[in-house]
C-alpha cells in the first residue's frame, strides 16, 4: 500500500467515525428528549400495565367508620412524632429521619391497601398507576436534593426530608379520597 493510499484510507476511516459519532449523538438527544416527555406527559391512560403495582391485601379490623377514625388519628400522630424533637433523640440525625420516613411509608402503604379495597374495575387500575407514577415521581424529586457541596450526612437528611414531605403529601390526599368515598 502506497503511502497516499494509506493517507485516504485513514482520512476515510476519520470521516466514517466523525459521521458515525455525530449520527449517535443526534439520536441521544432525540431519544433522550423523548423520553423526557414520556416521563413529564405521561398520565393515568398512558401508563403501561406493567407499572401497575400489586397491593398487599390487609385484613379489616375495624368497621368503615373506625378505619378512617383510625386513619387520621394514625396520620395526626406522625405528623406529631415529625414534629417532637425529643422523640429517638439518641439516635443520629440521619437515622432519626430514616425512621420518619419509614414510618410515613408503612402508613401510606396501609392507606393504599385500604383504599384499593373500597374501589373496584377501572378506578382500581387508575389507582394503581397513578400510584406508580407518584412513587418513581417522589425517587426523582428526592433525589434532586442531593448535591456535591454537602458532606453525605447532610445530603441524606436533604434527601430524606424531601422524602418525607412528598410521601406525607401523598397520604393526605389519599387520607381525603377515603374521606370523600365514605361521605358518598
Request: hydrophobic letters at 35%; aromatic letters at 12%; a negative charge.
Amino acid at each position: 500500500m502506497s503511502k497516499k493510499s494509506l493517507t485516504q484510507f485513514i482520512f476515510f476511516i476519520m470521516i466514517l467515525l466523525v459521521l458515525g459519532l455525530g449520527i449517535s449523538f443526534l439520536f441521544q438527544r432525540r431519544w433522550k428528549r423523548k423520553l423526557m416527555q414520556y416521563e413529564t406527559k405521561l398520565n393515568v391512560q398512558d401508563a403501561p400495565a406493567r407499572e401497575i403495582l400489586p397491593v398487599e391485601e390487609e385484613e379489616d379490623e375495624f368497621g368503615e367508620e373506625d378505619s378512617i377514625f383510625h386513619f387520621q388519628n394514625e396520620f395526626s400522630r406522625l405528623e406529631q412524632i415529625e414534629e417532637d424533637s425529643d422523640w429517638h433523640r439518641g439516635l443520629p440525625l440521619r437515622r432519626r429521619y430514616e425512621e420518619i420516613a419509614g414510618l410515613y411509608d408503612k402508613e401510606l402503604q396501609r392507606l393504599v391497601s385500604y383504599y384499593a379495597g373500597k374501589i373496584t374495575g377501572t378506578e382500581r387500575e387508575n389507582f394503581f398507576v397513578e400510584q406508580s407514577i407518584f412513587l418513581a415521581e417522589r425517587s426523582r424529586e428526592s433525589k434532586k436534593e442531593l448535591s456535591q457541596d454537602k458532606t453525605g450526612i447532610e445530603e441524606n437528611v436533604d434527601y430524606l426530608k424531601k422524602y418525607i414531605v412528598l410521601t406525607k403529601n401523598r397520604c393526605s390526599v389519599i387520607l381525603d379520597k377515603i374521606v370523600d368515598e365514605f361521605d358518598e
